[in-house]
């Protein structure tokens, strides 16, 4: 199933002002109807620095719901800082900065990450 063209539209203007690099890498979230997922992205090295999703072993019997997202956030938070990491930029993928998406960018804030 393919996303639709408004929404490749929407990430491809987000992505022009936004880029990953060691020093302050790029928090990206995918979010389908069923699962949601987070990675930390440093663009400059091609490399997925830390990840998490609701398919992991603890979170896969849940449904997708905005708690599943805080926990997919604090997973991500949590993750990204055991390698070091404080600060990111948040790429929210095309989708709206609202309900899931909010729920895990203020998860990953609550447990220390800085946008």
Known sequence: MSSSPALKRRHRRVRKAIAGHPGRP???????????????????????????SSQERELRTRS??????????SLIGERAQS???????????????????????DAARQTGLEF
């Open 26 to 52: 790029r928090l990206a979230v995918f979010r389908s109807n069923r699962y949601i997922y987070a990675q930390v992205i440093d663009d400059e090295n091609g490399r997925t620095l830390a990840a998490a």
């Open 64 to 73: 997708l719901t905005l708690e599943t997202a805080k926990a997919v956030g």
């Open 83 to 105: 390698v070091g990491i404080k600060t990111v930029v948040f790429d929210r993928g095309g989708y709206k900065f609202h309900g899931r998406v909010k729920a895990l960018a």
